[in-house]
């Protein structure tokens, strides 16, 4: 059974689109059911551009958030007509709380961490690996910097000019 809704496009006016089906399972939990219609966004700048719909889940225990992905296939009568794509739920997880220390030393290094954290709860594998170690290249260099040449200007110096990633300070 299609469903006609309206989405926002890029100059936030209002324009009609078809979505032949919802998603059947919840991205979050996993259980089928009907999920609400939230709202959906897309581009009219786009020819057969995507629309992301938001949907939440029906089942009491977990009234998740997910989007959904329709590719616009055709438009007839000034509706667009759409093809599921898939749906993703974007884990929103508590970070590590770093100790006033080391935020204060190193703030690149915290934030960096925990953006690190963010893209794993999502599944972004190929990133974390790059972003733990200039996580952990920014803490030493901190380190280094605040602590080990602490009364040393020409050395924080030095290790201020070395890029991420080089051997030696």
């Known amino acids: 059974m299609p469903y006609t809704h309206q989405f926002s496009d890029d100059d936030g006016q209002s ?8 998603p059947t399972k919840c991205a979050v939990c996993g259980e089928t059911g009907q999920p609400d219609f939230i709202t959906a966004v897309g581009s009219s700048r786009l020819p057969n551009g995507p629309i992301y719909t938001a949907f939440r889940c029906p089942i009491t225990e977990c ?3 997910y989007v959904g992905f329709y590719q616009t296939r055709s ?12 749906v993703k739920a974007f884990q929103f997880i508590q970070t590590l709380e770093f100790p006033p220390n080391i ?8 934030e960096i961490y925990q953006q690190a954290q963010i893209a794993e709860a999502n599944g972004l594998h190929q990133i974390i690996g ?6 952990l290249e920014f803490l030493i260099k901190d380190f280094l910097i605040t602590y080990k040449f602490s009364s040393d200007p020409d050395k924080q110096d030095q290790v201020r000019r070395k890029i991420p990633g080089q051997r030696h300070f």
């Open 15 to 22: 324009k009609k689109f078809r979505i032949e089906r919802y």
């Open 63 to 65: 009234r998740g958030l």
């Open 75 to 86: 438009t007839s009568g000034g509706i667009s007509n759409t093809t599921f794509n898939t």
């Open 103 to 110: 935020k204060q030393a190193s703030p690149t290094a915290c």
């Open 130 to 135: 790059p972003a733990y170690r200039k996580s």
